[in-house]
T-cell receptor, first 110, second 114 residues
Framework: GENVEQHPSTLSVQEGDSAVIKCTYSDSASNYFPWYKQELGKRPQLIIDIRSNVGEKKDQRIAVTLNKTAKHFSLHITETQPEDSAVYFCAARKDDKIIFGKGTRLHILP | DAGVIQSPRHEVTEMGQEVTLRCKPISGHDYLFWYRQTMMRGLELLIYFNNNVPIDDSGMPEDRFSAKMPNASFSTLKIQPSEPRDSAVYFC????????????FGSGTRLTVV
């Protein structure tokens, strides 16, 4: 089955700087890669996603890149703000199942 | 739409008791998923349904866990008997097959077994 590895597990960045979270997946048949943000005590919420026929997607300060050959994808957050502090999960979907990475706890330092 | 609705929000029970968690998916969504979240293991897929039929239950930890979906608007996850290691947040999520692909999660049930 699919296995998703996510790094780092914890990331601290200065407010205004950029943050990058990286993930790898094992099953080359996976074709959809969502990213979820989970604030403390709340549900995971979809923030951006990318399909396997696209290499990059951007939405304001958030961008995702996908390298199908290497089977890795990344989340980039620019101009970080305090409200970006949360746990971020990458995921890979094959057929109907979405398998999640272990999460990255992002701290935005004042 | 009210989103995915889970109940209860919090459950505290004694070891050995039966626990039932409930989920109402978004109307029109034909897939429903149960996940368990812990610090150590992250978000684990337990089981998922398509059109009320269980498709993959390979993530269900053991026979103490069971899930049903008697109709398109209701699903239950039951643990009997419960154990302290079952303490976790249990999320239900739903989606509709199509190009969108992402799930909508419920608010979760925080289960504590003492």
């Amino acid at each position: 089955g699919e296995n998703v590895e996510q790094h780092p597990s914890t990331l601290s960045v200065q407010e205004g700087d950029s943050a990058v979270i990286k993930c790898t997946y094992s099953d080359s048949a996976s074709n959809y890669f969502p990213w979820y943000k989970q604030e403390l005590g709340k549900r995971p919420q979809l923030i951006i996603d990318i399909r396997s026929n696209v290499g990059e997607k951007k939405d304001q300060r958030i961008a995702v890149t996908l390298n199908k050959t290497a089977k890795h994808f990344s989340l980039h957050i620019t101009e970080t703000q305090p409200e970006d502090s949360a746990v971020y999960f990458c995921a890979a979907r094959k057929d109907d199942k979405i398998i999640f990475g272990k999460g990255t706890r992002l701290h935005i330092l004042p | 739409d009210a989103g995915v609705i889970q109940s209860p929000r919090h459950e505290v029970t004694e070891m050995g008791q039966e626990v039932t968690l409930r989920c109402k998916p978004i109307s029109g969504h034909d897939y429903l998923f149960w996940y368990r979240q812990t610090m150590m293991r992250g978000l684990e897929l337990l089981i998922y349904f398509n059109n009320n039929v269980p498709i993959d239950d390979s993530g269900m930890p053991e026979d103490r866990f069971s899930a049903k979906m008697p109709n398109a608007s209701f699903s239950t996850l039951k643990i009997q008997p419960s154990e302290p290691r079952d303490s976790a947040v249990y999320f239900c999520a739903s989606t509709r097959r199509g190009p969108t692909g992402g799930y909508t999660f419920g608010s979760g049930t925080r289960l504590t077994v003492v």
